[in-house]
């Protein structure tokens, strides 16, 4: 047996395996014997036929199975130990025709895609704009409005607004207007035009006060969505659905939100029972820095996608083996059950951006010797852990309950993978920050946001 290789050109190869019977012919008789053992032929004892017999049963499988492990091994042996660096896998040769059974010596070939050398070193002279977001007073005072909500009591109140939690009592009507004799009657059922999907239905019950008694239509209100009819309604799931009735409904109570008092005990309620805040000018500088802190992240990426075109654009015109790729694409395609599908020119060239900047980015790490720690996982997971839980309102979670939270989320398959990306990511664009020249500028919200839709267009 033989292996070689040819470099076409500066992104393609060939390389040839060249096998003789010989090669396999012994390892062949071997495991034809033993399927004549295993899977006995009709009329013999286990490994009693004949030998031309099991050849003729059992020969071109077995031949097939034991060249395609020989080749395959000696094909991935030879290209480890001359480092040849390809991109997705060997594909057959057109020019290879062999007939196992009759050949004495056949030559195997295969089209490589050679990864093509990227010459880029980073320094300072390479420039990657970093934006920060500017926060403004009005962007302090939204966020404090919200959390004097969010931490607020419910009152009693003359006259409900959007936000009102009202409660009354219902009764079912007939077509005609009138009280159905037989009709759902619900007591003291909580309702807020708050949780209704159409604004009509909802306008209602705003502006309304305690005794004063109108008709609307809970399936128009909720959009026909049974928990909310179930529930509202009192009635079961399975009839909730076709409840389409008007009805009179009774206003018994309003309960207003009243916004938290800017007091210490609100202070403590945003920023943790720790602070040492203690007047308002304190409190709105220290929600300025969490609006800052939160941002953080939206920067970050922001400068991820600055850095991949800018490093993309010093690396120069990077030649792919773009037919060879083409090729292993549709491969690919053609054995996914779910994306059996020719791929578009468009999809395809999407790919090969894609890979260009993988290329780069894998010599970039290479080169500055970036390494994913286990403490840079952890530290992935604890900030994606705290991300998921702003995102429901939940801030100032104590720092073991984030750490529970993080390990819960390494236990989840698609989490893991998530984080682990993460953390890889995290520490790459760390490392390329120290290495080129940063240039960093505070723009508006507005502004930030037409860097995202400049591209897009």
């Not at 409900?160 to 009592?169: A, T």
């Not at 029972?273 to 922001?302: H, M, S, W």
């Amino acid at each position: 047996m033989n292996v070689s290789f040819e470099q076409i050109d500066a992104v393609n190869g060939l390389l040839t395996v060249d096998l003789k019977r010989e090669d396999f012919a012994n390892d062949v008789n071997k495991e034809v014997a033993a399927m004549g053992v295993r899977h006995p032929i009709k009329g013999f004892r286990p490994g009693k036929a004949p030998k031309s017999l099991l050849m003729k049963f059992y020969g071109p499988s077995v031949t097939a199975d034991v060249v395609d492990r020989m080749v395959g091994k000696a094909m991935y042996d030879y290209m480890r130990e001359n480092n040849l660096n390809i991109l997705g896998e060997p594909l057959p040769n057109e020019e290879t025709k062999v007939d196992l059974m009759k050949d004495e010596e056949m030559s195997f070939k295969f089209d490589l895609g050679m990864a093509p050398a990227i010459d880029l070193k980073l320094n300072k002279r390479i420039n990657v704009p970093y934006y920060n977001i500017e926060v403004t007073d009005q962007m302090v005072d939204d966020a404090i409005a919200h959390d004097r909500k969010r931490l607020g009591t419910l009152v009693d109140g003359e006259v409900s607004d959007k936000e009102s939690m009202l409660r009354g009592s219902m009764i079912e009507l007939d077509e005609n207007g009138n009280d159905k004799a037989d009709g759902v009657k619900v007591e003291r059922t909580v309702i807020s035009p708050r949780y209704m999907n159409d604004d009509d239905e909802a306008a209602k019950f705003v502006g309304v006060k305690v005794g004063d008694t109108f008709v609307f239509n809970p399936h128009k209100a909720y959009n026909g969505n049974v928990a909310e009819l179930s529930g509202l309604l009192n009635i079961d799931r399975n009839v909730a659905g076709d409840m389409k009735s008007d009805f009179r409904v009774t206003i018994e109570e309003i309960k207003v939100n009243q916004d938290a008092e800017m007091n210490e005990e609100f202070f403590k309620g945003v920023l943790g029972v720790d602070t040492e805040v203690k007047d308002e000018a304190a409190f709105r500088e220290a929600v300025r820095g969490l609006i800052a802190q939160a941002n953080i992240p939206d920067c970050n990426y922001r400068f991820t996608i600055d850095a991949q075109r800018v490093l993309t654009d010093k690396a120069g015109d990077i030649q792919l083996p773009e037919e060879f790729l083409k090729r292993f694409i549709q491969k690919r395609r053609a054995e996914d059950e779910k994306k059996n599908t020719e791929p578009t020119d468009e999809e395809i060239q999407g790919m090969f951006k894609q890979l260009r900047w993988q290329l780069v980015k894998d010599h970039i790490a290479q080169e500055l010797g970036v390494k994913v720690e286990k403490e840079d996982i952890d530290t992935a997971a604890f900030i994606f852990a705290q991300q998921q839980l702003s995102q429901y309102g939940i801030y100032n979670t104590p720092e073991d309950l984030v750490k529970q939270q993080a390990e819960r989320y390494m236990q989840d398959d698609r989490a893991r993978e998530m984080i682990q990306e993460h953390a890889i990511d995290n520490k790459f664009f760390a490392a390329v920050r120290e290495a080129v020249k940063v240039n960093e500028k505070t723009i508006s919200v507005e502004e930030f946001r037409k860097l995202f839709e400049t591209e897009e267009k």
